[in-house]
């Protein structure tokens, strides 16, 4: 199950790597427009690498396969709330990542990932 969660996080990552270049050429982040935009992809791209650093400690068996799905579920949903609500998604990914927090929080190989999650969600 995860080998497939990981072919679709390439898919998403190559698309989302293909919008930020295209973004990147001519950045207006003075608009408020433009800073949603811009925060928006920063956390497509975190929540991305997040996604892969679990999958990796779950394919080296450092973490438990059950709580790996459980992240990656959530960043998956994380990615489509991205997608799908460019304006409220903090809001809904902050009540998700809660939940799982304290699980990440217990997983000394998560630790560094934890600030990182956090400040994506603090306007």
Do not use: Y
């Not at 990981?6 to 207006?28: Q, R």
């Not at 991305?48 to 068996?61: P, R």
Request: a positive charge; one cysteine or more.
């Amino acid at each position: 199950m995860i080998t497939r969660q990981k072919h679709k996080l390439v898919a998403i990552l190559a698309i989302t790597i293909a919008l930020g270049a295209a973004c990147a050429k001519n950045p207006n982040i003075q608009t408020p427009e433009g800073k949603r935009a811009a925060t928006a992809l920063e956390a497509t791209q975190r929540i991305g690498e997040f996604q892969n650093f679990v999958i990796s400690l779950s394919d080296a068996k450092k973490i438990p396969v059950d709580t790996a799905r459980v992240i990656v579920r959530w960043c998956v949903e994380s990615l489509k709330t991205l997608e799908t609500a460019p304006i409220g998604w903090r809001a809904t990914l902050d009540k998700a990542w809660a939940s799982i927090r304290a699980e990440a929080s217990k997983l000394p190989d998560l630790a560094t990932w934890i600030p990182v999650i956090d400040s994506l969600l603090t306007p």
